[in-house]
């Protein structure tokens, strides 16, 4: 598996200024540090047209920490961008001299390539992302259209939550902004009927405002959806106090109606089929830009499900030969084929705990995990799999089950105990698996295995292969080969 050595990007932003430190596979790898700090430096500039001389100290004290850090690390690699604040401020480049007197070489993102890295980002989270990506910012919001792999049409706009005006004036001249910039752009049209992906921490904000609101079961932000009439609403519910703000951190409570405005007026003026929100922006679209064709062409879910899997497989990699072994069974769809081989890579996640906790640790995984390229279904059908293959049905949260169409969580616990039988006949070896086989015609789902070693086709195999005849409406029966 294609791996990396830790890598680190330092984005300094108009809001925040945040370290993340990135480690394990190429394609989509795990942030294993994430720190930022609200530093503020696009406060102000409007009126000024300088960085603050408060905000630099401040950023420039989370820089210092941050390089030591790094030292401790023994991170090597290290990029360090700077974004519309800096790139804006008369002072901008007196402050860079300070980062790079620190020891941290500091390169000033061009308004063009913030929009392009934040198109990527979604791009590297999203295979087959196909609409329009806002990355809102505190010093500016970029649009970037974005179809087959590549970002296309694309602009930066001073519109970030510390730019605009807060009330009525504020709101009437950020439309007539990015009203203005859409026409230049030729966006408007283009992103009509096409999903509008969220970036940037005050719309993941919203999203958290919107998952309290409606009492959703799952936390995470990334590829959390949203209708475009949802704007609306969480315009008028942030335009006043209220339990919202329990939601969000204190640090974005005041960018948070600002934000709910310029979405309200991007869905009018776009008119998108969905909301997506994106975790994934300036920082993976830096990291993706770096990789080669065929890197980018990887699954970003299967290869973090291989390389969690890959971890604690108790004898070696097994994942891919399971998916192997059960594929016979199944007919599905590349969307639903997918979630199956991931659920097969991480099949194995949690023999070191109790067997008793098990089917949570494989459930926790699959709700939980640090995944990009799957959604909230995706997520549930991928534990429910884990479930059945750990010999628990049932899922944590009742409400689980409406994210998910009932026949496609039925489809995963049949992988589930597909699952669970191959591991049980192979004891998580692999070379078992390369012996056996299942198949099935319109009565029978028939066990193969070689007849001299018929005896790995014991009882507790048997039993699991009467089960998963059962939810094929099926009659099992094993079979000697010569």
Known sequence: MAQRQPVAIIDIGSNSVRLVVYA??????????????????????????????????RALMALQRYRLLLKHMRVRHVQVVATAAVRDARN?????????????PCEIVSADAEARYSGLG?????????????????????LVEVAHGETQRRISLPLGVLRIEPGKSGAKAALLVLREGLKESGLAKAGRGRPFYMVGGSW????????????????????????????????RLTEKDGDWEKAVSAARKAGVPVAAMVLKHITEELEPSDLIVSASGLREGIL???????????????????????GEHRFG???DLLHEWIAPLFEDKPSMGRLRLA??????????AAPMF???RGVEMALHGDWTGVDASGRVIMAQALSSNFGREDLPDARLRDLVKPANLQRAHCWGLAMRLGQRLSGGVGSVLERTSLSADRRTLRLNVPRAEGALAGDAVRRRLDRLAQAFNLEADVAADL
């Open 288 to 310: 993706y830009s770096a990789l080669r064709p065929a890197m980018r062409r990887k699954d970003p879910l299967v290869e973090a499900a291989r390389d969690a899997g890959g």
């Open 92 to 104: 901008g480049l007196e402050f860079v001299r300070e980062v790079e007197r620190i020891g941290l």
């Open 122 to 142: 979604v791009v590297s989270a999203f295979p087959g992302a196909d609409g329009i990506v806002g990355d809102l910012g505190g010093g500016s919001l970029e």
């Open 204 to 235: 993941r904000a919203l999203a958290q405002i919107d998952m309290a609101d409606t009492d959703f079961p799952l936390p995470a932000t990334h590829h959390y959806r949203m209708k475009p009439r949802r704007a609306g609403d969480l315009r």
């Open 317 to 319: 990699q097994h994942g």
């Open 343 to 352: 659920a097969c890579l991480l099949a194995d996640v949690a023999w070191q």
């Open 358 to 360: 098990r089917a949570e």
């Open 24 to 57: 394990g596979r190429q394609r989509a790898p795990s942030p294993i540090f994430n720190e930022k700090v609200m530093a503020g430096l696009g406060a102000g500039l409007g009126e000024t047209g300088e960085l603050d001389a408060k905000s630099q100290r």
